[in-house]
């Protein structure tokens, strides 16, 4: 159920009205439309609630239900796309912004190294794994906090934000205390209890699509993320599972058209884990540009066959400048005709 | 690694071996090969290591490396079938084992009636979700711990064990006192924190493959459970997710002969998940019953049409008494040519 | 359309009908259901013809409207199940038959002692490929007709029927004259060329699902075969495309059961090309027979390893013979129960 | 095996040599590769074949084995793009051709209509179905030859080339004689006895990926064109089968630079059968165009909603407009940097 309030509804009001219906069992979420307050009311409706207690309440302009499978996801009440800013950054709604960094932070030294370069070349935001979700039990599962240190004074010295993979409830704090922005992975996507987690975690998520979800069970899985208080979500294509076993993943770049028509929330390409070979990073970072994604994440490696893990799809500093070049000058082409 | 000891190692010889290993810095299990002991080294080697190091020690008969991607899980160190065995239960290694049940624990009403009808026609384990996993954060969650409790009097009261899916860490405890199984649902099959927790829980877990998970995938998923100290594993094929829309997911019958040359662990079926449609449970359990799964998890309501999930895929009391009778019967059948 | 037609309608007067609608334009076919004629029209009806046009003529009982999407394979006319008879044989409606032989006819020699075997053993249609669909072009494309005829003397001198694919219109008479039942192969499901020259050949047509066929596909080329004439059509599953790499398809045991609710036509496993392994044959052949699948086509050598192609699915004749004992075991169990 | 040539190998001795390895049972293509002649030996060679009685011929330089599973779409003998020119036009090695029309030929007028608003914002290949291969026996399956003859006549008139779909061998000649360019669709691509027919058919063939058709299948089913005779071939990316549904298939625009690390032919993108969407279009080929595809094509309608066959995915000429710009400009920037 939506309740449109007036448009001068005093914040004093609608706290109040919020606390009423919490009271009366509503889970709400207060949300503004074009500057208009709405309470979205999540749970707690049944077909049997008479509407009129709802639309006689003080500063009550309307009440309509929504048959939306997306209430906060959707574009029906934020028809505007959501635009992230951190610092001096921003991601959606216009920039083209580039992630980069290791798959995993190897040392204090490696992940300094990669910063400044990628940095240079045009890449604001710093990516590194501390925590690896790995296959295999006996897989290297990365440097936990000291790693995360390490990419936290590396972002700094670059002026970069941070990213980095979150892979259970337990860590969420840890995550947030170091990093700007964390990471869902694809194999954690459908992990509710960490999606509600993170739903209050005060920061932004970067929420990678599963394997073989559908884009209505990836809509869901960020649903839940706004529905548990977190408006700031990147939503991120990095290749579904095919029949096709040269290239790791199959990179369905339709899902950013598709997505755009569902959702306002920013949409962001992973070509590295799409392809998982480096000569093909640099054709989809362009075809990422050419649908307008918000941005791509990259993984760059200054040695990328020494790479601790996934080095068949590393990409050197050298090959992302280039990279960086063409995607900015596919970026303005878009934006200029 | 793999140390094989002499036959009459005495046992505080072997603990102060697997100390000492631990005190080099490597993680160690006890295993026993057709009553030999075995120390498996499971972290901390690399290819530097000098083999006469270890060749040397008290009691040591030979080592070798082991090139097996499934350490434990695998059928070289351990040719027959595990049992496991739980109060008067055996799963694995012989019988065929129904679980049955609601989807949801509805109400105590609910689980008692269809505990004793499933009981009567042959249902050894009860089957039912107390915590919902869910694709929108707005369905119904389940019941929480009085479902559980619910469950387990109902089960006890007919003789039965109990299964219920745990869904995260912080459940596991919860989970672990009320019912005789913990289930891994398809979506968490790479929860890789949900599974280490569960390797020191102390009751077998029954892991769900994943929608698209390969079998190495799959196996390596169990591997975690094992190297994390349960050896107590159950895998469950439901069916994994193809381009085919009328049928809910496909269901890999070919995945127990393929996985029964690749591990010792027994693997049950779950026809419901896999097709999602009533009339056609029966044939998916003859089905299992003819490659010789070690059993079946069917979802049975007395209501079908009114369960609060999944309400497709629910057979009644009358088609389960037919439907245990002819796996029965191809069970027999199979052990007696 | 359908046309329903009074129970004692002359054939004379069936006839005049047919060429009168003919000449008004109309595709027509004759069935015959329940013992009652009825006319089909399958082409030339839109949403403008006046019903009554047809109501009133001769012998018409009733004239109604179809919307299935199946008007000949379907159901809802032919609520029976097809038995397509061919001498003493009979596929569909209650036997399990078991077609089996070598991939490819290899040599006179060959084809003789794998039918004497597969005969003794139970089989009574032999299997055996002339003219060999192949990816690459630089393989053996098959014997042509003198494989064909090797065949078909082998198949006689053990009285079985002979089955062989055909891959281009201009081969059907060749075909035709040689073989008791024509294949289609899984890439030349949708040649639908092909299908429409084989609706009227005379003979039975096996017609393999494609790699990623959905079921409505499937059955949309059977009804290709009907509506150009052939009433006899063997559907066979025999594994689809996903993402898996250790079996060579994934069979879909579930077909089965799901197209036995759409369809009246006979249906058969190929459990061989489903896993391409000769270990996993027979567990998929005892899962066809659980599924109550009208039989079973395996790929038998009696020197697997040398076979010409495909050699690592072709199981020697002694599995064969175990294979069959359990299937026939399971198919009365299902029968008696 | 390939033998090389000496670079003056006058042409009649060339020949004598093709036709003595002729009578010596091989078969045999002749080709130049840096402008130097060589014989490559398709079939005929076995591992028994003493190496020096070719060696030893006159005007053989060298004689080598290959090993790559492409003879002749690989790289490794043609390094170089393949360059189709028909008229003025050129297919491959540069420009970013527009192939765009109607999905079916509906009317003279019509196609007429079509072809001179696509031709007007940049189409030089007019597509046009007159043959159509429909999944149900029961829908329109185009106008045929007259249809042909109605493209024909607009594409001249429009200055532009025509591509028409060619369902089976039969029709070749009759699809020779009026179109430029034969289209073999996703569902024939591995109709091996239309493959081989086209091989000889003097036109260059566009050859549509299947529907789950790994790069190995495609790049095999492209290498019985060649194998067959026909160097001009064209591959074409239309999507794949995958799980989704709301996207009629998914694109995989990794395709292109996978498969242009393997071969040598022209790669064109179909974004109207990838989405099945009109919104989602023009992103596609924005992407295809920033994956340096060597074109387009496209399903342009005056009234899209009017369309008899896939009425869902065709764009207006509007659109088609803004979407040339865009791809050429992305195409310009591509190149100029």
Same mark, same amino acid.
């Given at each position: 159920?939506?309740?449109?309030?007036?448009?001068?509804?005093?914040?004093?009001?609608?706290?109040?009205?919020?606390?009423?219906?919490?009271?009366?069992?509503?889970?709400?979420?207060?949300?503004?439309?074009?500057?208009?307050?709405?309470?979205?009311?999540?749970?707690?409706?049944?077909?049997?609630?008479?509407?009129?207690?709802?639309?006689?309440?003080?500063?009550?302009?309307?009440?309509?239900?929504?048959?939306?499978?997306?209430?906060?996801?959707?574009?029906?009440?934020?028809?505007?796309?959501?635009?992230?800013?951190?610092?001096?950054?921003?991601?959606?709604?216009?920039?083209?912004?580039?992630?980069?960094?290791?798959?995993?932070?190897?040392?204090?030294?490696?992940?300094?190294?990669?910063?400044?370069?990628?940095?240079?070349?045009?890449?604001?935001?710093?990516?590194?794994?501390?925590?690896?979700?790995?296959?295999?039990?006996?897989?290297?599962?990365?440097? $936990?906090? %000291?790693?995360?240190?390490?990419?936290?004074?590396? =972002?700094?010295?670059?002026?970069? *934000? &941070?990213?980095? /993979?979150?892979?259970?409830?337990?860590?969420?704090?840890?995550?947030?205390?170091?990093?700007?922005?964390?990471?869902?992975?694809?194999?954690?996507?459908?992990?509710?209890?960490?999606?509600?987690?993170?739903?209050?975690? $005060?920061? %932004?998520?970067?929420?990678?699509?599963?394997?073989? =979800?559908?884009?209505?069970?990836? *809509? &869901?899985?960020? /649903?839940?993320?706004?529905?548990?208080?977190?408006?700031?979500?990147?939503?991120?294509?990095?290749?579904?599972?095919?029949?096709?076993?040269?290239?790791?993943?199959?990179?369905?770049?339709?899902?950013?058209?598709?997505?755009?028509?569902?959702?306002?929330?920013?949409?962001?390409?992973?070509?590295?884990?799409?392809?998982?070979?480096?000569?093909?990073?640099?054709?989809?970072?362009?075809?990422?540009?050419?649908?307008?994604?918000?941005?791509?994440?990259?993984?760059?490696?200054?040695?990328?066959?020494?790479?601790?893990?996934?080095?068949?799809?590393?990409?050197?500093?050298?090959?992302?400048?280039?990279?960086?070049?063409?995607?900015?000058?596919?970026?303005?082409?878009?934006?200029?005709?």
């Amino acid at each position: 159920m939506i309740i449109n309030l007036e448009f001068d509804t005093p914040l004093p009001a609608i706290e109040a009205l919020c606390d009423r219906l919490s009271f009366m069992g509503f889970t709400t979420q207060l949300y503004h439309h074009d500057e208009q307050p709405i309470i979205m009311v999540l749970q707690g409706i049944d077909a049997t609630i008479d509407q009129s207690a709802f639309s006689d309440l003080p500063y009550v302009k309307s009440v309509s239900f929504s048959n939306e499978k997306y209430k906060l996801v959707g574009r029906h009440l934020h028809s505007q796309p959501t635009k992230i800013k951190i610092g001096g950054h921003q991601i959606g709604g216009g920039p083209f912004v580039a992630m980069a960094g290791p798959c995993t932070i190897e040392s204090e030294d490696q992940i300094h190294t990669i910063a400044r370069l990628v940095a240079s070349k045009g890449a604001t935001i710093l990516r590194g794994g501390a925590f690896k979700p790995r296959t295999s039990p006996y897989d290297f599962q990365g440097l $936990g906090e %000291p790693g995360l240190r390490f990419m936290r004074d590396a =972002a700094r010295a670059n002026g970069m *934000l &941070s990213i980095s /993979e979150v892979m259970q409830t337990e860590e969420v704090d840890l995550l947030t205390e170091y990093v700007d922005i964390l990471q869902v992975g694809a194999r954690n996507m459908q992990n509710y209890s960490l999606l509600k987690r993170l739903g209050s975690c $005060g920061k %932004p998520v970067f929420l990678k699509r599963g394997l073989s =979800a559908t884009y209505h069970e990836f *809509l &869901s899985a960020a /649903e839940y993320l706004l529905a548990h208080g977190n408006p700031e979500v990147i939503l991120c294509e990095r290749g579904v599972r095919t029949f096709e076993t040269l290239s790791r993943n199959t990179l369905d770049i339709g899902a950013v058209p598709f997505l755009r028509e569902l959702t306002h929330l920013p949409i962001v390409i992973d070509p590295s884990h799409a392809c998982g070979r480096r000569t093909v990073v640099p054709a989809l970072s362009y075809a990422a540009a050419a649908v307008q994604a918000d941005g791509i994440m990259v993984e760059v490696h200054t040695d990328p066959d020494r790479s601790v893990s996934d080095a068949a799809q590393a990409i050197t500093p050298e090959t992302f400048e280039i990279l960086m070049k063409k995607c900015n000058a596919i970026h303005e082409v878009m934006n200029a005709i």
